[in-house]
């Protein structure tokens, strides 16, 4: 599987979004840094110029005259220490401290004023020099300080630009994260309702509340639903063809060899149209078993198929044929058929009873006990066949339900599918089987729960 | 008694007819619906065997056109579709039974018995089942030549039964038809005129099966 379009985007938003972030952190310190440090600069040089007015020329000498409450005021700073030293023309120190380095050789006064780092007293220290006329010569006024406010203001800029810039791509991240997640929200709306859709359900899927981009999606999924259904309806009449073609020349089959039978022919003969006889009969047994396990298969039928069956008449109408049946086997078959509807098809519940009861009354010795029985349950409506023959083991009730396998040791002339075909077909009506032993004790009884909250229902849409 | 058998599988048709033939009927085979319904037009039988899957016309419409003339003589209908809607709609229009294939030659020809016999029961007064003979129109019954007894209930709980020698009957139905006497009868009535019945009827050889739960069925009357 590709990698998720969450994991793509955000693959591609963080490069980008870093670099963003870089980029304006440094420019918004740069842009912001300078104005400040240029501002705390000029605050050094209207020191310095102050105090180059104090510089007078006393009688032939320069003289630096600053009473010391005023230099007390120079000197004080909230946070930082401020040193000043007033240098002639020659280099010589005239007043200050003298220990605070002249501008490095090369700079170039702008506007009379050099601005530059120093270093004096294991500090580091900002400092200008104002180049100042005095006497015949220039002075120069330099005054320092050390950085504790620039490295504070730098910080507070640091944290003032690259915090917000930092929450803002985290924030957009997420933004996408979650949009991501909201905006395919219909998507996984969409996949969970396909998930829950019963395999038989080929109806289009709503588009009108899909996003716009899963259009193309949904109309492809629903052209591969609409040709699957196609595909089904046309193996639904090759089915019904097929059947019709094969139990024609079965019947005619059957019916010859049932004349031959009643003739008078040899022992050895007869042994071998029996046998002849009871494989078409088989065959044709089987013919119906494929086609109604075909039929009950997922998109052999469709819900809109359904129709309410009454159980109870469904059996009443088959109840002839199988009474013939079972007197020939000279085994009681009986009924206690109580109402009971539920949605379905009523070929495929019809094919449920004929294997239910054929069952039955194949297993079942003679003299033995079949009966039909349709009601309501409190889990809803049911069908069941019970009988009192040798029944099927706990361990085994799983297992008869595969198709064509057969309990171990059985006899009789079963296929292995007729319970198959029973679990398939409740399948599709949602109805849930349930093996047991007959009322007695011993026996076997299967019956079909039909739940009133079968999905089958679900033809509101 | 004289069986016209529509199918177009000479191969089943040819079966069919070598059985009947063999209990005695005379059988005629046509293999389109064409040529059936117009054979039916111009001759009597006593019986159709119809496959619905006919070329041409099909045995639905066959069926359709005799009714439309008038001719009511039983249909038994065959077909190798598994519908429900087959056998609905076949009985609707007209059919008396309904037979899906491939089907055993004895049924067939015990129902082929109990049609014939029902269309001759309904073409005139006399109800003949094995020793049992009822003449409704002169509401009289005998049971081997001799005159038996039957109260108005009796009767007309047997009568349904008559009508469809050798098919279950639920009770509900035979109380349905009494309803036509202007009667409600209980379920545990019916238990007691068939009781009755059964008691009138047994030393004959004539047998009502109980199918439990469900109703009674008059078994088909068999020598000995």
Same mark, same amino acid.
């Given at each position: 599987?590709?990698? @998720?379009?969450?994991?793509?985007?955000?693959?591609?938003?963080?490069?980008?979004?870093?670099?963003?972030?870089?980029?304006?952190?440094?420019?918004?310190?740069?842009?912001?840094?300078?104005?400040?440090?240029?501002?705390?600069?000029?605050?050094?040089?209207?020191?310095?110029?102050?105090?180059?007015?104090?510089? =007078?020329?006393?009688?032939?000498?320069?003289?630096?005259?600053?009473?010391?409450?005023?230099?007390?005021?120079?000197?004080?700073?909230?946070?930082?220490?401020?040193?000043?030293?007033?240098?002639?023309?020659?280099?010589?120190?005239?007043?200050?401290?003298?220990?605070?380095?002249?501008?490095?050789?090369?700079?170039?006064?702008?506007?009379?004023?050099?601005?530059?780092?120093?270093?004096?007293?294991?500090?580091?220290?900002?400092?200008?020099?104002?180049?100042?006329?005095?006497?015949?010569?220039?002075? $120069?006024?330099?005054?320092?300080?050390? $950085?504790?406010?620039?490295?504070?203001?730098?910080?507070?800029?640091?944290?003032?630009?690259?915090?917000?810039?930092?929450?803002?791509?985290?924030?957009?991240?997420?933004?996408?994260?979650?949009?991501?997640?909201?905006?395919?929200?219909?998507?996984?709306?969409?996949?969970?309702?396909?998930?829950? /859709? @019963?395999?038989?359900?080929? /109806?289009?899927?709503?588009?009108?509340?899909?996003?716009?981009?899963?259009?193309?999606?949904?109309?492809?999924?629903?052209?591969?639903?609409?040709?699957?259904?196609? @595909?089904?309806?046309?193996?639904? /009449?090759?089915?019904?063809?097929?059947?019709?073609?094969?139990?024609?020349?079965?019947?005619?089959?059957?019916?010859?060899?049932?004349?031959?039978?009643?003739?008078?022919?040899?022992?050895?003969?007869?042994?071998?149209?029996?046998?002849?006889?009871?494989?078409?009969?088989?065959?044709?047994?089987?013919?119906?078993?494929?086609?109604?396990?075909?039929?009950?298969?997922?998109?052999?039928?469709?819900?809109?198929?359904?129709?309410?069956?009454?159980?109870?008449?469904?059996?009443?109408?088959?109840?002839?044929?199988?009474?013939?049946?079972?007197?020939? =086997?000279?085994?009681?078959?009986?009924?206690?058929?109580?109402?009971?509807?539920?949605?379905?098809?009523?070929?495929?519940?019809?094919?449920?009873?004929?294997?239910?009861?054929?069952?039955?009354?194949?297993? $079942?010795?003679?003299?033995?006990?079949?009966?039909?029985?349709?009601?309501?349950?409190?889990?809803?409506?049911?069908?069941?066949?019970?009988?009192?023959?040798?029944?099927?083991?706990?361990?085994?009730?799983?297992?008869?339900?595969?198709?064509?396998?057969?309990?171990?040791?059985?006899?009789?002339?079963?296929?292995?599918?007729?319970?198959?075909?029973?679990?398939?077909?409740?399948?599709?009506?949602?109805?849930?089987?349930?093996?047991?032993?007959?009322?007695?004790?011993?026996?076997?009884?299967?019956?079909?729960?039909?739940?009133?909250?079968?999905?089958? @229902?679900? =033809?509101?849409? | 008694?004289?069986?016209?058998?529509?199918?177009?599988?000479?191969?089943?048709?040819? *079966?069919?007819?070598?059985?009947?033939?063999?209990?005695?009927?005379?059988?005629?085979?046509?293999?389109?619906?064409?040529?059936?319904?117009?054979?039916?037009?111009?001759?009597?039988?006593?019986?159709?065997?119809?496959?619905?899957?006919?070329? *041409?016309?099909?045995?639905?419409?066959?069926?359709?056109?005799?009714?439309?003339?008038?001719?009511?003589?039983?249909?038994?209908?065959?077909?190798?579709?598994? *519908?429900?809607?087959?056998?609905?709609? *076949?009985?609707?229009?007209?059919?008396?039974?309904?037979?899906?294939?491939?089907?055993?030659?004895?049924?067939?020809?015990?129902?082929?018995?109990?049609?014939?016999?029902?269309?001759?029961?309904?073409?005139?007064?006399?109800?003949?089942?094995?020793?049992?003979?009822?003449?409704?129109?002169?509401?009289?019954?005998?049971?081997?030549?001799?005159?038996?007894?039957?109260?108005?209930?009796?009767?007309?709980?047997?009568?349904?039964?008559?009508?469809?020698?050798?098919?279950?009957?639920?009770?509900?139905?035979?109380?349905?038809?009494?309803?036509?006497?202007?009667?409600?009868?209980?379920?545990?009535?019916?238990?007691?005129?068939?009781?009755?019945?059964?008691?009138?009827?047994?030393?004959?050889?004539?047998?009502?099966?109980?199918?439990?739960?469900?109703?009674?069925?008059?078994?088909?009357?068999?020598?000995?």
């Amino acid at each position: 599987m590709a990698a @998720s379009l969450r994991v793509t985007l955000l693959r591609l938003l963080i490069p980008p979004v870093a670099l963003i972030l870089a980029v304006g952190s440094v420019g918004a310190y740069y842009l912001s840094i300078d104005p400040a440090a240029d501002a705390y600069d000029q605050s050094l040089v209207n020191t310095a110029i102050a105090l180059s007015e104090r510089i =007078k020329l006393q009688e032939g000498q320069l003289v630096f005259d600053l009473p010391s409450a005023a230099e007390a005021v120079v000197r004080t700073d909230k946070y930082d220490k401020v040193y000043f030293v007033v240098r002639d023309s020659r280099g010589q120190v005239i007043a200050g401290d003298q220990d605070i380095p002249q501008p490095p050789p090369g700079l170039r006064a702008d506007d009379g004023v050099i601005a530059y780092d120093a270093q004096a007293r294991d500090r580091r220290l900002r400092a200008v020099a104002l180049l100042a006329p005095c006497g015949a010569g220039t002075c $120069t006024v330099t005054v320092a300080e050390t $950085t504790i406010k620039r490295d504070r203001l730098a910080r507070d800029i640091l944290i003032g630009s690259v915090l917000p810039q930092g929450m803002l791509a985290v924030l957009t991240l997420a933004l996408v994260w979650f949009g991501v997640t909201r905006g395919l929200a219909p998507l996984a709306r969409l996949s969970g309702e396909i998930r829950q /859709r @019963s395999p038989r359900d080929l /109806r289009a899927i709503d588009e009108s509340g899909a996003p716009a981009e899963a259009q193309p999606l949904l109309s492809a999924l629903n052209k591969l639903f609409g040709q699957v259904d196609e @595909s089904n309806r046309n193996q639904q /009449r090759f089915l019904a063809n097929a059947a019709h073609q094969l139990r024609t020349p079965l019947a005619g089959l059957q019916a010859h060899t049932e004349l031959a039978m009643a003739q008078p022919v040899p022992e050895a003969c007869r042994a071998e149209l029996e046998y002849v006889h009871s494989a078409t009969i088989r065959t044709a047994r089987l013919a119906n078993q494929l086609l109604a396990l075909a039929r009950a298969e997922p998109g052999g039928n469709r819900p809109a198929d359904f129709a309410l069956v009454d159980l109870r008449q469904l059996v009443e109408e088959i109840a002839d044929e199988w009474v013939h049946r079972s007197m020939d =086997k000279d085994v009681d078959l009986g009924f206690d058929l109580k109402p009971a509807s539920v949605p379905g098809d009523a070929f495929l519940l019809r094919e449920v009873l004929a294997n239910l009861i054929g069952n039955s009354l194949e297993y $079942t010795p003679s003299a033995g006990h079949v009966t039909v029985k349709t009601g309501q349950s409190p889990e809803g409506a049911f069908l069941e066949v019970e009988d009192d023959g040798p029944g099927i083991p706990a361990a085994e009730r799983d297992r008869v339900l595969e198709r064509f396998y057969r309990m171990p040791g059985t006899s009789g002339t079963g296929s292995g599918l007729g319970l198959a075909i029973v679990r398939e077909i409740a399948l599709a009506h949602g109805a849930r089987v349930e093996m047991g032993e007959g009322h007695a004790g011993h026996g076997c009884s299967v019956r079909l729960i039909f739940s009133s909250h079968a999905p089958i @229902s679900s =033809k509101s849409a | 008694m004289r069986i016209l058998i529509v199918e177009d599988d000479i191969s089943l048709a040819s *079966g069919i007819s070598r059985i009947l033939e063999a209990e005695g009927y005379a059988v005629d085979l046509m293999k389109t619906g064409e040529h059936a319904a117009m054979a039916a037009r111009q001759e009597s039988f006593d019986l159709v065997i119809l496959d619905i899957g006919l070329p *041409g016309i099909d045995g639905f419409e066959v069926l359709r056109r005799l009714r439309s003339e008038g001719r009511g003589m039983p249909v038994l209908l065959l077909t190798a579709r598994d *519908g429900v809607d087959d056998r609905v709609r *076949g009985l609707d229009m007209g059919a008396d039974d309904y037979m899906a294939k491939p089907f055993a030659m004895p049924e067939l020809a015990a129902r082929v018995r109990a049609l014939i016999r029902r269309g001759q029961a309904q073409s005139g007064p006399r109800i003949v089942h094995g020793p049992l003979v009822l003449d409704t129109s002169a509401r009289r019954a005998t049971l081997k030549g001799e005159p038996l007894e039957l109260a108005a209930r009796e009767w007309a709980v047997l009568e349904v039964l008559l009508a469809r020698v050798e098919k279950i009957v639920s009770k509900e139905a035979i109380i349905q038809a009494m309803s036509n006497w202007g009667e409600e009868l209980s379920l545990n009535a019916i238990e007691v005129y068939v009781s009755r019945l059964r008691g009138k009827l047994e030393p004959a050889g004539v047998r009502i099966r109980t199918v439990r739960g469900f109703g009674y069925m008059l078994e088909e009357f068999k020598e000995g």
